[in-house]
């Protein structure tokens, strides 16, 4: 089959190849990818800088395809099913925090950019029925984070005022249409002015350039304060949140793209109750909430671009450029 892999060569990490096909082991299912979607994680680990990299494994973690062949104790009612994949590996049985061994499918084993994939049925949910096949394979990754950040850490409620910092982002937007879903009232920031008026358009109260001088003041002066920021960008404008809260808000970020801030205002932050919270993907039972929360809400991914297979190298440029608003995704023939 053609698969993506991450190579160690001078001039390039991501190149096409034929593999064998993988067989189904015991428990396993073999599904026959027709999308897939990249997170930031790819990219991170295209530039060697993401944790425990491997040569020569098949990237992506998020896809959506038909079931072709099942594994020994796996019942052939599997057979031909629609379905997603939770790249969740080893989640454990503590809900707070993940296992030692814990990991993200697409590294270090086998993932989605790739005509099949082999997985355990228990990280495979039937498709919804309101999604294309683009849209299931956009979901899982920047869902399950979003939803963790969003409710688990976030306990974002039906009135609430929520920042969504940088709208462009993949699990940026799965936060904001979950918050809006909730009842809250959603304000944004990008550091493009056409990403704030297409998130105005979808729902956001109102929208701030966060490369722009005094946003921070017209954030609050709009909002009233935040009782909820989900950010993933980190650095030093963690500071800025922390003067934007209203007493007991909760800042969760899931990310840390601008690096640590230089400082941390904690006076601030233990006078008004502030919490700041870190946060990954999700366990398992929040994965299947997410799903059942995206069905009852018919949440429907932003697909910033849909390509051909053959053309998700280009993908992988988009995301390392940041122009993209919503997921970037490939199909196959
Ligand atoms: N912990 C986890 O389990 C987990 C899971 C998924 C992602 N992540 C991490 O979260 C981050 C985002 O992931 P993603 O997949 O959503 O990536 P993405 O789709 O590439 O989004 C990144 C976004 O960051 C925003 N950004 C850049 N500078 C910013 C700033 N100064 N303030 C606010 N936003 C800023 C940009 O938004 P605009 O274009 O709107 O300016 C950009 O679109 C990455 O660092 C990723 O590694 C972590």
């Not at 993949?170 to 009842?183: E, I, K, T, Y």
């Not at 946003?215 to 950010?231: E, H, L, N």
Request: net charge negative.
């Amino acid at each position: 089959m053609k698969a993506l892999l991450l190579v160690d060569h001078a001039d390039h990490k991501l190149d096409f190849q034929e593999v064998d096909t993988p067989k189904p082991e015991k428990g396993q299912v073999i599904i026959q990818i027709k999308a897939a979607a990249l997170n930031r994680r790819d990219e991170w680990i295209r530039q060697g800088k993401y944790p425990g990299i491997r040569f020569n494994t098949i990237l992506g973690s998020d896809g959506a395809g038909i079931v072709t062949s099942v594994g020994e104790g796996v019942s052939e009612d599997w057979m031909g099913k629609e379905v997603l994949v939770n790249p969740n590996m080893n989640w454990g049985e503590n809900p707070a925090a993940q296992a030692a061994d814990y990991h993200i499918v697409g590294m270090p084993t086998h993932g989605t950019f790739a005509e099949y994939l082999a997985v355990n049925t228990n990280q495979v949910f039937e498709k919804l029925a309101h999604l294309s096949w683009s849209g299931a394979a956009a979901l899982p990754l920047g869902g399950l984070t979003a939803f963790r950040a969003a409710f688990h850490h976030g306990k974002i409620s039906q009135g609430e005022s929520v920042l969504i910092s940088g709208i462009g982002g993949g699990v940026a937007q799965f936060a904001f249409q979950f918050a809006l879903a909730a009842g809250a009232k959603v304000y944004v920031t990008s550091g493009q002015q056409e990403k704030l008026d297409q998130a105005i358009a979808m729902g956001a109260q109102a929208g701030f350039n966060y490369k722009t001088e005094g946003w921070q003041k017209a954030a609050v002066k709009a909002s009233g304060g935040f009782d909820c920021v989900i950010d993933s960008a980190g650095g030093d404008q963690l500071n800025d949140f922390i003067r934007m809260m209203r007493p007991a808000g909760r800042i969760v970020f899931y990310g840390a793209t601008n690096g640590m801030p230089a400082k941390l205002d904690l006076f601030r932050m233990f006078w008004n109750q502030i919490t700041l919270q870190g946060s990954t993907m999700g366990n398992d039972t929040e994965f299947a909430d997410m799903i059942s929360f995206v069905e009852e809400h018919k949440i429907e991914p932003v697909i910033d671009s849909v390509r051909p297979f053959e053309e998700i190298i280009d993908a992988f440029d988009a995301m390392r450029d940041g122009k993209q608003f919503g997921k970037l995704v490939v199909e196959m023939n």
